[in-house]
């Protein structure tokens, strides 16, 4: 079978992870939202590398022997038209069976979306609306202009927004319990001044 | 001094009602009531806060000003004799205008809205927001000047609110609820120096 090109694939719907699976790579990275194919937005930036490898080490260093935490790109199959790519995710050790040779296949325990201008209203509606539905049980946004993490918990079918943290602030998890860092701890990892960065 | 111990007494008075907020000595700072609790509100508002907030107020008098009457802080909105706030903006329909009494607004107004400022940002996320959805704010936007977003709560189903759009760049802020809401939200942006 010829593999497709993301021209040919966003004119058909819905798109399935096998038609994803077996697309033309073209160097860009795609989602799949409720069986539509989106691009996602072009390179991240720096801070939001930077947030996201802190966190993934700090993570690591607290939750490690609870948790797997990888790193996007990483596809979370939710459904055959729900395919998500994550910033970070965590997976408790005792649900390792989503773990699968094409990614995650289920919800993970706790997801994170680091924000940037292009994704803002992905990961603020669609996206936590999506976590939700499919019952990931913790969702953290990272707002990387002001600092702060968002932090939505599972309640049936919602999220509710349980607490925002900045600064020295503590964050604590019922999900993961074993989390324990501040904003200000990957702030002032930084390696440059944060207006160099805005 | 005297007055000072007096106001720091107030404090811990638990639950402390609009009448004892009411009759405090004026320390020239801005309180809440929230729950019961008095709150201390940030120092001064930055000029940017301030800039977005009349852009804000500007955008509604242009197209609203007809059937709402709209308000900026400070102003009492006493929601219950424990819940005593001053949001940011508010509009208040003028078939509704009996709630603007001589001590403020007695009652939800049709929107309330906020204007994050660093310290203000878990505030008027967490318990402002929980404020608003429980005493039946029916819209609640939040302005984040980081983002250069606005974010429009409904109150939905178990009349909790849910977060129905997020406005960026050029998109038109429009409401449902409010029909004669229309503006550019990169407008309340423009005026920002930095």
Redesign the interface.
Known sequence: MKKKTYEELVKESPVTYEMYANMVDDGNRYEISDGVLELMSPSPLFIHQFISHKMQVILDGSCQNEFIILAAPLDVILSDTEVRQPDLVMIHLSRTHIIGKRGINGAPDLVVEITSKHSLKRDKLTKRNVYAKYGVREYWIVDPSSFTLEQYELCEDHYELVDVYSGEEPIRSRTAPCVSFSMDELVSSLPVPPDQLK | MEKKKKAADKVKEQPVTYEIYAEMPDDGNRYEVIDGVLELMSPSPTASHQSILLELIDALRQSCKSDYLIYFAPLDVILSDTNVVQPDAIMIHRSRKHIVTSRGIEGPPDLAVEV?S?SS??RD??KK?AVYEKHGVPEYWIV?P??E?L?QFHLGERDKY??T??Y?GDELVASDKLPCVSFAVSRLFADVLQ
Do not use: A, H, S
């Open positions: 994050l660093p940002r878990k996320r967490l927001r984040d980081e983002t977003t974010e849910v977060l759009q997020l960026e």
